[in-house]
């Protein structure tokens, strides 16, 4: 069963619309980052943390933004969502640098 | 640049057969870790195994293995005993030590067990 947690599983919404997918984990975890998923499944980086108050984005541009405020707790935000942003976001946190990445189910997102 | 390449979209593999999944990666880093995670279809992401670039012998994990050729910076994944349950995309991916453990993937190899 998942220590990490991805809220919605599935969202369909309009452009235009603001969303934010929420992740939490319950593992006590500093490091957390979201990972972009093309359709073709490449993984692309997006945001990372290494604790709070500390966001840094990843080797992809996104146009969404992050916050970490509590340790448990990283979500992602999209002010004005586009066809383009259609994907799925994955979430993960590891303990330490060589420590492997846990990994929540994912938000698969539609933008119509 | 740290780069991960997975040069085999699909493979396909008999039921109590063995099969092996290719990767080869890229870093300037001495210290860095490579990792096999399996995903399988709409389900989570779940590591199989990894390895510290500093050990020489190469992982394994139950009916899990890998090849770690430093010089050549490749590092295979060998499945034994192929069991259904292992249909599922495969990731190879590289995290160096010293650019904060972020986790570089490659593209994917996706893999169908066969009955």
């Known amino acids: 069963e998942a220590d990490i947690y991805q809220t919605p599983r599935y969202l369909v919404i309009g452009t235009g619309k603001k969303i934010t997918l929420e992740c939490s984990q319950t593992?006590?975890?500093?490091?957390m980052y979201w990972y972009q998923q093309d359709p073709g499944m490449e993984l692309h980086l997006i945001h990372y943390?290494?604790?709070?108050?500390?966001?840094e984005k990843g080797d992809l541009s996104s146009e969404s933004t992050v916050s970490r405020i509590r340790t448990e707790h990283f979500p992602l935000t999209l002010e004005s969502a586009r066809p383009s942003h259609t994907s799925q976001y994955l979430c993960?946190?590891?303990?330490?640098?060589?420590?492997?990445?846990?990994f929540g189910n994912g938000t698969r997102l539609t933008v119509t | 640049a740290q780069t991960v390449t997975q040069s085999q979209p699909e493979m396909s593999v008999q039921e109590a057969e063995t099969v092996t999944l290719s990767c080869t990666y890229d870093?300037?880093?001495?210290?860095?870790?490579l990792f096999w995670y399996k995903q399988p279809p709409s389900r989570q992401m779940i590591l199989v195994i990894r390895?510290?670039?500093?050990?020489?012998q190469n992982a394994t994990e139950n009916r899990f293995s890998v090849n770690f050729q430093k010089a050549a910076k490749s590092f295979s994944l060998k499945i034994s005993d192929s069991q259904l349950g292992d249909t599922a995309m495969y990731f190879c991916?590289?995290?160096?030590?010293?650019?904060?453990?972020?986790?570089?993937f490659g593209q994917g190899t996706e893999l169908s067990v066969k009955p």
């Open positions: 870093t300037s880093e001495s210290n860095y870790y």
């Open positions: 390895q510290e670039a500093y050990k020489q």
């Open positions: 991916a590289s995290r160096n030590r010293n650019q904060g453990g972020k986790l570089i």
């Open positions: 993960a946190s590891s303990v330490q640098d060589n420590s492997p990445l846990h």
């Open positions: 943390s290494y604790g709070v108050n500390s966001t």
């Open positions: 593992m006590g975890h500093d490091k």
